[in-house]
Nanobody, 123 residues
Framework: QVQLIESGGGLVQSGGSLKLSCAAS?????MAWFRQVPGKEREFVANLNYNGDGPYYSDSVKGRFTISRDGGKNTLYLQMNSLKPDDTAVYYC???????????????????WGQGTQVTVSS
């Protein structure tokens, strides 16, 4: 069983930046970030497949967010720039032990999830 622990969330003004981290307790392969607001489904944000396929981003964050992972590949990051109030959500880290998740935008494709970290962007 792999545990994922997110950190780095917080309150930031519109136009500001935050960097989220996700530490995995064991080996993982493909990883992703999702986000969710109350009353809505979990939304895909970005994916990084282990085999180098991607990265992939949702249209709403493309050009503003960057997904990356460390050389040991057990820590995932999400650099978020030019934040907007619409980015306010709980952000979740997800992981899977496949080297590529073909349907990377689907939450059900990932086997492991973190507890989430709140990101709030004020206007």
């Amino acid at each position: 069983q792999v545990q994922l622990i997110e950190s780095g969330g917080g309150l930031v003004q519109s136009g500001g930046s935050l960097k989220l981290s996700c530490a995995a307790s064991g080996p993982t392969y493909s990883m992703a970030w999702f986000r969710q607001v109350p009353g809505k489904e979990r939304e895909f944000v970005a994916n990084l497949n282990y085999n180098g396929d991607g990265p992939y981003y949702s249209d709403s964050v493309k050009g503003r967010f960057t997904i990356s992972r460390d050389g040991g590949k057990n820590t995932l990051y999400l650099q978020m720039n030019s934040l907007k109030p619409d980015d306010t959500a709980v952000y979740y880290c997800a992981a899977d032990r496949r080297v590529v998740v073909t349907l990377y935008w689907r939450a059900e494709e990932y086997d492991y999830w973190g507890q989430g970290t709140q990101v709030t962007v004020s206007s």
